[in-house]
């Protein structure tokens, strides 16, 4: 916007009303995108039952990535 | 072909109700299994709990107990059950409470576990281990909040005895008059406390204990395990309606769901893919282990209401985990400045450790092994 200082005060402060508008309806846009991804995530809970027990793997396989990282730095 | 699809929903109709017969059946060993605890700790130590357990005195002591046996038995129903056995036992409750606070810290660590697993993918895995750690960081918080305040007042032992009162007072309404669930647990109960009795007060007493510690362990982890398949449809609903309702609809669902699954490390432990993600952020997980403090109680309620020996200390010390983890969430997420403490030290720590993965390392061990066994150490000297 280069014409800022050519405007008018009534004409800036319509501008500003409708850039906060439109900042609201991106927000809620966003939101509603999140939440539709919730909703996502949330109908595989069966499968993130399954993978969210206490599994000794989870621990095995940690170790050996930082073996293989602390191998790669040396 | 008509009548096989006619049998197949009969057939999992049946395996359904077969698979609640299990989980009351589980749930009734449970409550037999902490009245089993009590007895032989009675029977064992024969009214000298107090010297028994003379290590705990210092709530630095009981504490890291708490914290080390839930971290190892990856419970804390198990040990928050086994710790109201002991009270229904003798053990004196102002002993009880640290252990309970450290069952707490030490639950916090199956989550940790799990997000481990999300360590190949570097974004992936900090926002995984923020979302686990949230709930370390909370719960250590509240220790350092109420364990001092505990040790110069007394404010959980007095609340968790108010409410006990309510059950335990005198007069015909209370649960002294006639309680269902004692009279239909104590058959089995009083059965094997006569089979182990004639082994003599220690060895009989420590075989109950231990066979109640077994019975506990098997129920609750089966129990577990019924549930996650029964209750996985509910939990998604509760979940479905929990989302964009804001934190005490969070906090709402997470106590709801821990409830249906009678377990708080599974309720974490499924907030950490969703949020490995990115679907959920932080702040939108954070409610949701708050509630998952407060669902893990019912467990202990449950366990207390039928015990026999000291059952009003038992019920005292059921009521002061679940009055402890209320206060928690409402003095920690209640106050803005205390709610985001545990918010900035879990993304501060996520991001560290995705940078550093040693680090994350270095934390599992540090926090739930080694700063344990350092203020035992300490306390030792005290």
């Known amino acids: ?74 | 072909m008509e009548n096989n699809q006619a049998v197949l929903p009969n057939r999992s109709e049946y395996q359904n109700y077969m698979q609640w017969a299990m989980v009351a059946l589980l749930v009734y060993l449970l409550i037999c299994a902490v009245g089993m605890i009590g007895g032989g700790f009675k029977m064992a130590t024969g009214g000298h709990a107090r010297e028994l357990f003379a290590f705990a005195s210092n709530p630095f002591a009981g504490l890291v107990v708490g914290i080390v046996a839930t971290a190892l038995i990856q419970s804390s129903s198990t040990v928050t059950s086994i710790i109201v056995g002991l009270v229904a036992g003798g053990l004196p409750v102002e002993l009880a409470v640290p252990m309970v606070m450290g069952a707490n810290v030490g639950t916090s660590i199956t989550n940790t576990i799990v997000s481990l697993g999300h360590v190949r993918a570097k974004e992936e895995f900090k926002r995984a281990f923020s979302a686990a750690t949230v709930h370390d960081f909370f719960n250590l918080l509240s220790v350092v909040i109420f364990l001092p305040l505990e040790m110069a007042f007394g404010i959980l032992e007095k609340l968790g005895g108010w409410l006990s009162a309510l059950f335990y007072g005198s007069g015909d309404t209370s649960i002294n008059s006639f309680n269902l669930v004692k009279a239909a647990t104590a058959p089995v109960v009083n059965t094997v406390k006569s089979a182990t009795h004639s082994l003599g007060d220690q060895i009989g007493g420590v075989t109950l204990i231990l066979i109640g510690i077994a019975l506990i362990f098997v129920a609750i982890t089966m129990v577990g395990k019924l549930l996650k398949k029964l209750m996985v449809g509910k939990a998604k609903d509760i979940m479905h309606t929990a989302i964009g309702r804001g934190p005490l609809s969070g906090i709402a669902s997470g106590t709801l769901v821990t409830i249906f699954v009678q377990s708080s490390s599974t309720t974490t432990s499924l907030m950490v893919p969703l949020a490995g993600s990115g679907a959920f952020k932080l702040k939108d997980i954070y409610p949701f282990t708050l509630g998952a403090n407060i669902g893990t109680c019912v467990t202990a309620v449950l366990a207390a209401t039928a015990v026999t020996g000291n059952a009003a200390a038992a019920l005292q010390i059921a009521f002061i985990h679940l009055t402890y983890n209320i206060l928690g969430v409402v003095v920690i997420y209640g106050i803005p400045m205390l709610r985001e403490l545990p918010v900035k030290a879990a993304e501060s720590l996520g991001a560290t450790a995705s940078e550093n993965k040693f680090a994350a390392l270095a934390y599992v061990l540090g926090v739930f092994f080694i700063l344990p066994a350092v203020c035992l150490g300490v306390s030792s000297f005290i």
């Not at chain 1, 405007?7 to 850039?19: H, P």
């Not at chain 1, 949330?42 to 621990?59: C, P, R, V, Y």
């Open chain 1, 1 to 74: 916007m280069s014409n800022l200082q050519v405007l008018s005060t009534e004409r800036l402060n319509k501008l500003i009303d409708e850039t906060q508008l439109t900042l609201q309806e991106l927000k809620q846009e966003v939101i509603r995108r999140e939440h539709i991804q919730q909703s996502h995530e949330i109908k595989d809970l069966d499968h993130h039952m399954t993978s969210a027990e206490f599994n000794l793997n989870s621990i095995k396989n940690f170790i050996s990535y930082l073996l293989e990282e602390s191998k790669k730095h040396k």
